[in-house]
Nanobody, 123 residues
Framework: QVQLVESGGGLVQPGGSLRLSCAPS????????MGWYRQPPGKQRELVAD???????NYGDSVKGRFTISRDNAKNTVYLQMNSLKPEDTGVYYC?????????????????WGQGTQVTVSS
């Protein structure tokens, strides 16, 4: 069984930084696109950033220049470095990944979501 495990959320003051990380557990063959979405209070889930297996990145407009997504393919881990945080960055951050994994001796592919980690930016 495959699960995405997130870490790194918390409470930070405006202007501060946080780093999120996310990795799958289970018998993983490969991860393709990985990324982060967030859901601010009372709003819909929105793209923060994603990154392909080859390193091509894509960012939501509101985080460009402040957040950096990266990955370690050997560890199947994705990171989100968040700098210059603003109160409007507050929300639950969800990791997702396109994962090819082993089910018995068979390779299967599916998209997975993490359980979410709370990021609160407040003084």
């Amino acid at each position: 069984q495959v699960q995405l495990v997130e870490s790194g959320g918390g409470l930070v003051q405006p202007g501060g930084s946080l780093r999120l990380s996310c990795a799958p557990s289970g018998r993983i063959f490969r991860t393709d696109t990985m990324g982060w979405y967030r859901q601010p209070p009372g709003k819909q889930r929105e793209l923060v950033a994603d990154i392909t297996n080859g390193g091509t990145t894509n960012y939501g407009d509101s985080v460009k220049g402040r957040f950096t997504i990266s990955r370690d393919n050997a560890k199947n881990t994705v990171y989100l470095q968040m700098n210059s945080l603003k109160p409007e960055d507050t929300g639950v951050y969800y990791c997702y990944a396109d994962i090819t994994y082993y089910s018995g001796s068979v390779r299967r592919n599916s998209d997975y979501w993490g359980q979410g980690t709370q990021v609160t930016v407040s003084s």
